[in-house]
T-cell receptor, first 112, second 111 residues
Framework: DTAVSQTPKYLVTQMGNDKSIKCEQN?????MYWYKQDSKKFLKIMFS???????INETVPNRFSPKSPDKAHLNLHINSLELGDSAVYFC???????????FGQGTRLTVV | AQSVTQLGSHVSVSEGALVLLRCNYS??????LFWYVQYPNQGLQLLLK??????LVKGINGFEAEFKKSETSFHLTKPSAHMSDAAEYFC?????????FGAGTRLTVKP
């Protein structure tokens, strides 16, 4: 059983399109995250949700909208995709402060 | 705010040599520190974590790290590198609502 699963693994789309990435965790964690990893491997947090409530929004463009229907799911919708959105997006979850985060396998988004 | 800095974006060692990857932290409270490894085209896997129990922390695959408050460091070591250790390594510090990562260190292992 995969602890944190993301779909799709690869996503190739044209500029201007809208796309969604789904994330589910079966660990019973209260907190979920979205991270963006750029071409230089730098990991930047985008959003943090705790019990379906948005906790962190790190100066991410409004085109990015996370949605958490329940505490096991955190989806990421992106409107009007731009070339600069090309990256690997990681979903992660953790329990409470001090514990490690568990990561999904990532979604490689390529905007052409 | 808590943060970590990894010294050296690329480290190259010979197979069998000591691996030393450096990480310094900045935190106003006792930190929770982690090392993760990322193999190509994969997600991040936890190597080890420091949560104030013991300053020397042992992890998977023969890695260990020592927490040194006086030096604000949490360096990762392995006595003898294997080819399979070639990957990207990330140091991270846990905050109340997130986990902040260093810029990563790419480890290359030469035969």
């Amino acid at each position: 059983d995969t602890a944190v699963s993301q779909t799709p693994k690869y996503l190739v789309t044209q500029m201007g399109n809208d796309k969604s990435i789904k994330c589910e965790q079966n660990l019973g964690h209260d907190t979920m995250y979205w991270y963006k990893q750029d071409s230089k491997k730098f990991l930047k947090i985008m959003f943090s949700y705790n019990n379906k409530e948005l906790i962190i929004n790190e100066t991410v463009p409004n085109r990015f909208s996370p949605k958490s229907p329940d505490k096991a799911h955190l989806n990421l919708h992106i409107n009007s995709l731009e070339l600069g959105d090309s990256a690997v997006y990681f979903c992660a979850s953790s329990q409470y402060e001090g514990t490690e985060a568990f990561f999904g396998q990532g979604t490689r988004l390529t905007v052409v | 705010a808590q943060s970590v800095t990894q010294l050296g974006s690329h480290v190259s060692v010979s197979e069998g040599a000591l691996v030393l990857l450096r990480c310094n932290y900045s935190s106003s409270v006792p930190p929770y520190l982690f090392w993760y490894v990322q193999y190509p085209n994969q997600g991040l896997q936890l190597l080890l974590k420091y949560t104030s129990a013991a300053t020397l922390v042992k992890g998977i695959n023969g890695f260990e790290a020592e927490f040194k408050k006086s030096e604000t460091s949490f360096h990762l070591t392995k006595p003898s590198a294997h080819m399979s250790d070639a990957a990207e390594y990330f140091c991270a510090v846990r905050g109340p609502n997130d986990m902040r990562f260093g810029a990563g260190t790419r480890l290359t292992v030469k035969p």
